[in-house]
């Protein structure tokens, strides 16, 4: 199975984005999905996670009331919607996805650049 983010572009701060991780398999489910970003020179960054069921598990303070994840049941796919972007959100966005019951993500998807100009 592989994973495919999309939606990436430029846009200036105080834009949205909405980015989609889908799945090479309509079948794959997955009992957690994380979006992930990594900034030059800087750590990779959990910003959300959703389970299976649609339920919205973590979203990082750093993009909290801006950033919203959710399932697309009828894509099989999950999306991060961004909001009032700014200048550091700026990086790459990867989606990955993990069993229940475990912490290690299995499945990583190329990630999509996301660029927010001031």
């Known amino acids: 199975v592989q994973l495919q983010a999309s939606g990436g572009g430029l846009v200036q701060a105080g834009g949205s984005l909405r980015l989609s991780c889908a799945a090479s398999?309509?079948?794959?489910?997955?009992?957690?999905v994380g979006w992930f970003r990594q900034a030059p020179g800087k750590e990779r960054e959990y910003v959300a996670g959703?389970?299976?069921?649609?339920?919205?598990?973590y979203i990082a303070n750093s993009v909290k009331g801006r950033f919203t994840i959710s399932r697309d049941t009828v894509k099989n796919a999950v999306c991060l919607q961004m909001n009032s972007l700014k200048p550091e959100d700026t990086a790459v966005y990867s989606c990955a996805a993990r069993n229940a019951g475990t912490l290690y993500f299995e499945w990583w998807g190329q990630g999509t650049q996301v660029t927010v100009s001031s």
């Open positions: 398999e309509s079948t794959f489910s997955p009992g957690y």
């Open positions: 959703i389970t299976t069921n649609g339920v919205t598990v």
